[in-house]
């Protein structure tokens, strides 16, 4: 077992290396917008999961997905080459699923803003069941 700190540092070398490899060295025509959004290894540095966003369609997304599933012996290469551990993990490409969850967390943002504006404009007529002051003055009672 490594240290997680080692282990997270080592996560952000690897993506600097997975995002330099994917851009300069993959000329694989299937290769989309591609971003790496983390890298995330186990304790014993023997796996290395990377996450990725792509921008474009759902054909797109595929292509880039196939593309990359053919490229994880060359991403584990240069990682090898570039930071001189022991063992060089092995990679796996995981879809990053945050886009879509911040799409949703919009949808019912919005939803609950529209909402408050409704109960506002209903709120904006509406009269008191009882006396506007429903609290009786000490100083009237006394009289």
């Known amino acids: ?6 282990a997270r540092k080592l996560g952000e070398r690897f993506q600097e290396i997975v995002a330099e490899t994917l851009e300069m060295k993959v000329k694989d025509p299937r290769l989309g917008f591609v971003t790496v ?13 990377v996450f990725y966003t792509v921008f474009g369609s759902e054909a797109e997304v595929e292509s880039t997905s196939a593309a990359l599933s053919s490229a994880k012996g060359l991403v584990r290469t240069e990682i090898g080459k570039r930071t001189g551990i022991k063992f ?5 490409f995981i879809r990053d699923a945050l ?3 911040v799409r949703v967390i919009d949808d019912l943002l919005h939803m609950a803003a529209q909402a408050d504006k409704e109960l506002h404009e209903r ?5 008191y069941a009882g006396d506007s002051d429903p609290y009786k003055n000490s100083d009237s009672a006394a009289e």
């Not at 959004?37 to 999961?49: G, I």
Request: charged share 30%; proline share 9%.
């Open 1 to 6: 077992m490594v240290d997680a700190a080692r």
């Open 37 to 49: 959004t983390s890298v995330r290894v186990s304790p014993d540095l023997r796996e290395a999961t």
């Open 88 to 92: 060089t993990p092995t990679v796996e």
């Open 99 to 101: 886009p879509e969850n």
């Open 123 to 127: 709120s904006a007529g509406a009269r």
